[in-house]
Nanobody, 127 residues
Framework: QVQLVESGGGLVQAGGSLRLSCAAS????????MGWFRQARGEESELVAG????????QYADSVKGRFTISRDNAKNTVYLQMNSLKPEDTAVYYC????????????????????WGQGTQVTVSS
C-alpha cells in the first residue's frame, strides 16, 4: 500500500504560481512512477505530467508544456508540480497518483495503470 497526500493548492490570480506537493508513505516510493492528474468540473480527468521512477523521463500534457514542471525527491518521498503562468483553464482538482512499474525509465500515461491516488487538492485560478 502507498498513501499519498497532496498539498499546496489554493486560489491564485491568472499569471501566478503554485507549487503542489505529494507526500508518499508506505512502500518504497522510488519504485513507483508518479503522475499528476487534474479534473475540472464537468470534464474528464487528464494527465498533466508524469515522471518515471528513475526520474529521468518526464511527459507533459500539451496544455501545460513550458509552464508546469514535475519533479521528484526520492529521499523525501515527495513529488512536486511547479505551476507557473497559471490560467483560468487550469482550475481543477489536482491529484497525484502512483504506479508500480518495473521499467525505471517509463512514464505511465494511462490513468488505469495508476494503483494509488491522493485525495486531491483544489486549484482555482481567477481571471
Amino acid at each position: 500500500q502507498v498513501q499519498l497526500v497532496e498539498s499546496g493548492g489554493g486560489l491564485v490570480q491568472a499569471g501566478g504560481s503554485l507549487r503542489l506537493s505529494c507526500a508518499a508513505s508506505g512502500r518504497t516510493f522510488s519504485n513507483y512512477a508518479m503522475g499528476w492528474f487534474r479534473q475540472a468540473r464537468g470534464e474528464e480527468s487528464e494527465l498533466v505530467a508524469g515522471v518515471s521512477y528513475s526520474g529521468g523521463n518526464i511527459q507533459y500534457a500539451d496544455s501545460v508544456k513550458g509552464r508546469f514542471t514535475i519533479s521528484r525527491d526520492n529521499a523525501k518521498n515527495t513529488v512536486y508540480l511547479q505551476m507557473n503562468s497559471l490560467k483560468p483553464e487550469d482550475t481543477a482538482v489536482y491529484y497525484c497518483a502512483a504506479s508500480r512499474i518495473y521499467v525505471p525509465s517509463m512514464v505511465v500515461v494511462s490513468q488505469s495503470a495508476y494503483e494509488y491516488w491522493g485525495q486531491g487538492t483544489q486549484v482555482t485560478v481567477s481571471s
